[in-house]
């Protein structure tokens, strides 16, 4: 007797890649609608929310030491600008929890939006900006300028960790390539 394992791995990876046949059907642009929990206040969000704001949107994992520079980073940016930016870290590892987020998060004193990536957005993610928004060690990160617009653009931003300056470099050129 022949194994089912194969046919259900292929189910799977396929589910999850761009174009699979069981890839939720997200256009690129619902992914701000998708609904997050900050892991910290327990408050439940839409990056859709934030639409008239320039927000930094990071894809991360626990685990991931580059992950914790980039978001040193992001807390230097805020000492510069405040809350004129909306920082979203967003954990993309399906093996971490709410919980090990929010420990990461206090633990080294990170104070913006945390949130687990449900599997749709992380598929809507790969989508829109491709397999790097998921690599963590590449510290990815995309801008989404909704100032002055009803329509959010976003970009993906150059991999590796990003300086603060270079951050409000990128904030301050905007969405347009």
């Known amino acids: 007797m022949k194994s089912k394992a194969p046919l259900i791995l292929s189910i799977f990876v396929f589910g999850l890649l761009p174009g699979g046949s069981l890839s939720a059907q997200v256009s690129p642009r619902d992914w701000r609608d998708i609904p997050l929990r900050d892991v910290i206040s327990g408050e439940t969000f839409r990056i859709s929310d934030f639409a008239d704001q320039t927000v930094l949107l990071e894809s991360f994992a626990v685990w991931c030491p580059t992950c914790t520079k980039q978001q040193e980073e992001v807390r230097k940016l805020h000492e510069q600008v405040g809350d004129r930016v909306i920082s979203i870290s967003l954990d993309v590892d399906p093996n971490e929890d709410e919980q090990l987020v929010r420990e990461h998060a206090l633990r080294n004193g990170f104070h913006w939006r945390y949130a687990v990536a449900p599997p ?34 976003a970009r993906l931003l150059k991999r590796g960790v990003k300086k603060a300056d270079r951050l409000l470099e990128e904030i301050q050129r905007g969405c347009s390539s």
């Open 120 to 153: 749709e957005l992380t598929r809507a993610l790969i989508d829109r900006f491709g397999t790097a928004i998921v690599a963590a060690p590449s510290a990815p990160m995309i801008l989404i300028c909704g100032e002055g617009s009803e329509d959010q653009e």
